[in-house]
């Protein structure tokens, strides 16, 4: 969805086709994200849990600032799990009135902790910050079946920006060439004859920066897993793609 801040700034400003197009570009990331957090399969027209997240996922794009440095999927994500659990928890407190009422007992016990105990923007700032937590402590795990640590990132860093755009290049197109990249995820070894063929970038450079290009492309390939990190990355992907 390399196109989606285009159609997104375009549906903030009132452009109903482009907000129809990210709907739709973004329907298998509202079922995606909306099963995993309901942790069971989920279908179309069958399951309600979908109905209230594509709802949540069209007011979240009204509701998206920018300035609070939190990705728009990001945001989105905390929107679709906000609505849904107050979802399933309103079904909950229905099915606990259903019980009452036969035991005698219909006292309400449901309260959304969102809107009673907390503001939505207090929410927002601890949710962000929690998965920000997960995804680095998941990107660790991730970096660590290559035998990569975030230290190993820092002493590998290229220093000069014309090193690093070229590295960044290679990790892209990486993550872009499926067979590569099935390659790397399968022997855990960067395919420097291939990727060098692809790149026109020299063996020894792609050597130097193994360790790099394996954590970008990484990144790039699972930025759905890991929306706060890629979006570091957005800069350097608009630049890769302007070329």
């Known amino acids: 969805m390399e196109n989606l801040e285009h159609l997104l700034a375009l549906a903030r400003a009132g452009d109903r086709a482009a907000r129809e197009t ?11 994200v909306t099963a995993g957090f309901c942790r069971r399969h989920l279908e179309w027209g069958l399951d309600d849990e979908l ?3 594509f709802i949540a996922f069209n007011e979240a794009i009204d509701r998206y600032q920018e300035s609070r440095q939190v990705p728009f999927l990001a945001f989105a994500r905390l929107m679709i799990k ?3 659990t107050d979802y399933l928890r309103k079904e909950g407190r229905m099915a606990a009135r259903r019980v009452g009422s036969l035991n005698g007992d219909g006292e309400d016990i449901y309260v959304n902790p969102v809107e009673s105990s907390l503001a939505w923007q207090d929410y927002l700032a601890r949710e962000a910050a929690r998965e920000r ?3 680095i402590k998941d990107y660790a795990g991730l ?6 640590s975030f230290a190993d990132l820092v002493r590998c860093a290229p220093r000069h920006q014309d090193a690093r ?3 960044l290049e290679v990790a892209h197109r990486l993550a872009a060439e499926e067979s590569l990249f099935q390659c790397l995820m399968k022997t855990k070894k960067l395919p420097l004859k291939e990727l060098s063929v692809l790149t ?3 063996r020894k450079t792609l050597e130097r920066g ?3 290009i394996i954590a970008i492309a990484l990144l790039w390939r699972h930025c759905q897993d890991f929306l706060y990190l890629c979006h570091y990355l957005k800069p350097a992907l608009k630049e890769i793609e302007a070329k």
Do not use: M, T, W
Not at 22 to 32: G, I, K, M, S
Not at 143 to 148: K, R, V
């Open 22 to 32: 990210l709907l739709a570009e973004c329907r298998p990331f509202v079922a995606r």
């Open 51 to 53: 109905s209230i997240a």
């Open 82 to 84: 906000s609505r849904v």
């Open 133 to 135: 937590e997960e995804e």
């Open 143 to 148: 970096l660590a079946e290559f035998q990569i």
């Open 165 to 167: 755009n070229i590295l």
């Open 200 to 202: 026109g970038v020299h």
């Open 210 to 212: 193994r360790k790099y």
